[in-house]
C-alpha cells in the first residue's frame, strides 16, 4: 500500500484506536502508551500489505495482538508470567485464526484449582492489578503471587500431559431405577440427587477408584468448571466422600454391568429349598401363634388373608440370617433429612448367555418393608411391601403416612364425606382403601404392632445353620464383583437377604399352588401384605 493511503487510513482510525485503548488500560499514561504500539503496527503493516479488503477487521485483529503482547510485557515487568504465552481478552472478538496453544490454554486453565482460576483469571483476563485481587478476594498479596507462580507450574505441566476422555465421556451411564434402605425424609429419595445424567455418572466416575475432582472431570470428558457445584451438592448431601488427598469415593451401590445367570440360578435352587422347608416347619407354628390374634377387621372376612400378610412379615423380618455388620459409612444423610442406603441398578449383560436355567421363575421384585407412623395419632402404623400380589401402585412413593391418618379420622368419626373433606375422600378412593359406598377396604388390627410383631416365632436357628453356610460363600462370591468399599454391604445384603422376599413370595406361591391358602380375588390385592394398626376397628 502506498504511504500517503497509509497516512490517511491513519488519521481516519486514530480516535477508534485511542478509544479502544481507553477501555483497556487503568490509566491515561497506559492508554496514550497502548494506543501509540498499536498505531505504530498497524502503519508498518498496512504499508507491507498490497491490499486489506476489511480494513474494520484488519485493524481490529492488530489492535487486539497488540494489547495481548501489551498486557505480556506488563505482567512480565511485575515479575510474573505464564510461559510467555499471550493471554486473550475475553470479553474481545477473537481472530478467527486464533491459534491451538491459545485454546489448549483455555482448556489449562479451566483444569486449575477453583481459586487458583480466579486469581489467574483477574490478572490476565481482566487485566486487574494484584492489589485489587487480594482486596477482591481477601486474600495478601503475596498469597495472589504464590497463586500465580503456582498457576504457571500447573500450566506447563498441563501443557507436556495427553488429556484423556475417559469411558464415561464417550459412553455415560443410565439407570434403570433407583432404590434406598432406609428414610427418604419428606422429599429426598436418591433419584432426585441421581436422576441428572452428569450427577449420576460423577457419583459413578469414583465408584471403582477415587478420584481427584479434575480427574473426575477428565473421565467425564468436560472441565472441573463444569462440575465443580455438582461435586459441592453431591458432597453435602453423601453421595460423595472426600478422602486424603482432595479424592472423592461413593458409598452408593451400583449394580455390576455383567451377571452369572448360572450363579444367579444357584442362588434361587437354594432358596426354593429353603421356602419348602418353611412351608412344612414354619407355617404350621406361626399359624398356630397367631390363631389368638383375633381383633382384625378383614374387608373380604377372609383370615387366611391375614394370616398371609404376616407370614410375609416373619419371613423378611424374623427369618434372616445376620451378620451383625457396622454398615453406617454406607448411610446418605441428605440435607433435606433423607436417611438411607442408595442403590442403583444399572442394566447389566449375562456373562454367561448361552446358560440354560434349572427352571423358569416369576418375578420376585418386592417395594419395602415400608413402615409408616403417625405423630399425629400415636396408634396409628402401617406396614406393607408391594409384590406382584398386590394391586397397589407407586411404591413407595405413593405410600403415605396421611392415608392412614385419613382412615384413623373416619373410623372416629373425625371426618365426613362432606364437600370440606373432598380432597382426603378422593386421596383414599383412589387408593381404592375405601369404596365408593365408604367401606373400608385394608386390614387393620386394633393394637400395639410391636406386641403383635412379637407373637410371631423367629426362625430356629439350626434350620439358619443349614443355609448359613452356602449363603456366605455365594455372598464373597458377589461382592468380588464390587469395589472393595462395597463389599461389607454386599455381604451383609447377600447373606441377610438370602431368607427374604425372595423367599418369601417362593413361599406364597407354594402356599397357594397346593391349597394351604385359597386363591386371592382381585379386590383382596388392595390390602395384601398390607396392615394398618390403630386402637379402634371400624364398625
Request: hydrophobic share 35%; glycine share 4%.
Amino acid at each position: 500500500m502506498d504511504k500517503q493511503h497509509a497516512d490517511e487510513l491513519i488519521i481516519k482510525y486514530l480516535p477508534k484506536i485511542y478509544g479502544f485503548a481507553i477501555k483497556k488500560a487503568f490509566s491515561y499514561e497506559e492508554a496514550e502508551e497502548l494506543s501509540s504500539d498499536i498505531v505504530a503496527e498497524v502503519y508498518l503493516s498496512l504499508l507491507s500489505s498490497k491490499e486489506v479488503h476489511n480494513i474494520d477487521g484488519y485493524v481490529w485483529r492488530i489492535s487486539e495482538h497488540v494489547y495481548s503482547k501489551f498486557v505480556s510485557s506488563k505482567k512480565k515487568r511485575e515479575g510474573i508470567s505464564i510461559n510467555g504465552m499471550d493471554f486473550p481478552d475475553d470479553t474481545s472478538m477473537e481472530d478467527e485464526d486464533s491459534s491451538a496453544e491459545l485454546d489448549r490454554l483455555r482448556l489449562e486453565i479451566a483444569f486449575l484449582a477453583q481459586a487458583r482460576r480466579s486469581v489467574v483469571y483477574s490478572f490476565y483476563y481482566e487485566n486487574k492489578p494484584i492489589s485489587a485481587i487480594a482486596k477482591e478476594i481477601g486474600i495478601p498479596e503475596g498469597t495472589v503471587k504464590w497463586h500465580l507462580s503456582k498457576a504457571r507450574n500447573d500450566l506447563k505441566e498441563g501443557f507436556t500431559m495427553e488429556r484423556k476422555i475417559g469411558k464415561l465421556g464417550i459412553k455415560p451411564i443410565e439407570a434403570c431405577s433407583f432404590g434406598h434402605s432406609g428414610n427418604p425424609g419428606k422429599n429426598s429419595p436418591p433419584e432426585r440427587y441421581l436422576a441428572n445424567k452428569l450427577n449420576l455418572n460423577v457419583v459413578y466416575s469414583v465408584y471403582h477408584e477415587p478420584k481427584t475432582m479434575v480427574e473426575i472431570a477428565e473421565e467425564l470428558g468436560v472441565t472441573p468448571v463444569y462440575i465443580e457445584d455438582v461435586v459441592k451438592e453431591l458432597e453435602a448431601n453423601g453421595f460423595l466422600v472426600k478422602q486424603a488427598g482432595n479424592r472423592y469415593t461413593t458409598y452408593v451401590k451400583f449394580d455390576p454391568e455383567t451377571y452369572s445367570l448360572e450363579q444367579q440360578d444357584q442362588r434361587l435352587q437354594k432358596q426354593m429349598e429353603v421356602a419348602k422347608l418353611l412351608a412344612s416347619e414354619y407355617v404350621p407354628q406361626l399359624r398356630e401363634a397367631i390363631r389368638e390374634i383375633q381383633d382384625v377387621y378383614i374387608p373380604s372376612g377372609n383370615r387366611e388373608l391375614f394370616e398371609a400378610a404376616l407370614i410375609f412379615y416373619a419371613v423378611t423380618n424374623k427369618c434372616s440370617i445376620t451378620l451383625k455388620t457396622d454398615l453406617s459409612k454406607y448411610q446418605i444423610k441428605t440435607l433435606e433429612g433423607g436417611d438411607y442406603i442408595a442403590f442403583v441398578h444399572l442394566p447389566a449383560t449375562p456373562q454367561d448367555p448361552d446358560y440354560v436355567p434349572s427352571q423358569s421363575y416369576p418375578p420376585y421384585w418386592a417395594c419395602g418393608n415400608m413402615n409408616r407412623w403417625s405423630e399425629k395419632y400415636p396408634s396409628v402404623y402401617s406396614w406393607s411391601i408391594d409384590t406382584r400380589y398386590s394391586s397397589r401402585e407407586g411404591y413407595w412413593e405413593n405410600n403415605y403416612t396421611s392415608d392412614y391418618e385419613y382412615l384413623y379420622e373416619f373410623i372416629t368419626g373425625v371426618i365426613e364425606d362432606t364437600p370440606a373433606n373432598k380432597e382426603k375422600f378422593e386421596r383414599l378412593r383412589k387408593r381404592k382403601y375405601l369404596t365408593e359406598e365408604n367401606k373400608i377396604n385394608i386390614m387393620i388390627v386394633r393394637g400395639d404392632q410391636k406386641e403383635i410383631f412379637s407373637k410371631l416365632p423367629s426362625l430356629d436357628e439350626s434350620i439358619k445353620k443349614i443355609f448359613a453356610e452356602y449363603a456366605l460363600e455365594q455372598a464373597m462370591l458377589m461382592a468380588k464383583e464390587y469395589p472393595p468399599q462395597m463389599r461389607d454391604l454386599v455381604v451383609d445384603w447377600s447373606v441377610g437377604g438370602f431368607i427374604g422376599s425372595t423367599v418369601a413370595l417362593m413361599l406364597m406361591d407354594l402356599l397357594y399352588e397346593n391349597g394351604t391358602f385359597k386363591p386371592l380375588r382381585e379386590e383382596e390385592k388392595v390390602t395384601a401384605n398390607l396392615l394398618m394398626f390403630c386402637d379402634r376397628l371400624p364398625e
